[in-house]
Nanobody, 117 residues
Framework: QVQLVESGGGLVQPGGSLRLSCVAS????????MGWFRRAPGKQRDMVAR???????NYASSVKGRFTISRDNAKNTVYLQMNSLKPEDTAVYYC???????????WGQGTQVTVSS
């Protein structure tokens, strides 16, 4: 199993930027995909972005062009750079990983991101 710890959340004004980090430990050599999900108040959890071991990325349409996912395999870390933040980006952001079948099966505890004036 993989353990994940997110960090970097906080309060930011609309238009601002924030970078989330997620460090993986445990069965790190089984990790293939890494991704970020978020859950806004009163809503279900949705995928924000994901990245494969080969560097292929996918983004939710709502964040494309504003968010960038990246990974540092040497540090077992995945990042989410969030720019031009909007109030609707307010949510708890979760890091997740998956193995060779590309199914996300390990989850972090989440980090709060609040975008408000």
């Amino acid at each position: 199993q993989v353990q994940l710890v997110e960090s970097g959340g906080g309060l930011v004004q609309p238009g601002g930027s924030l970078r989330l980090s997620c460090v993986a430990s445990g069965s790190i050599f089984t990790i293939n995909i890494m991704g970020w999900f978020r859950r806004a108040p009163g809503k279900q959890r949705d995928m924000v972005a994901r990245i494969t071991s080969g560097g292929s990325t996918n983004y939710a349409s709502s964040v494309k062009g504003r968010f960038t996912i990246s990974r540092d395999n040497a540090k077992n870390t995945v990042y989410l750079q969030m720019n031009s933040l909007k109030p609707e980006d307010t949510a708890v952001y979760y890091c997740a990983t998956g193995d060779a079948d590309y199914t996300f099966d390990s989850w972090g505890q989440g980090t709060q991101v609040t975008v408000s004036s």
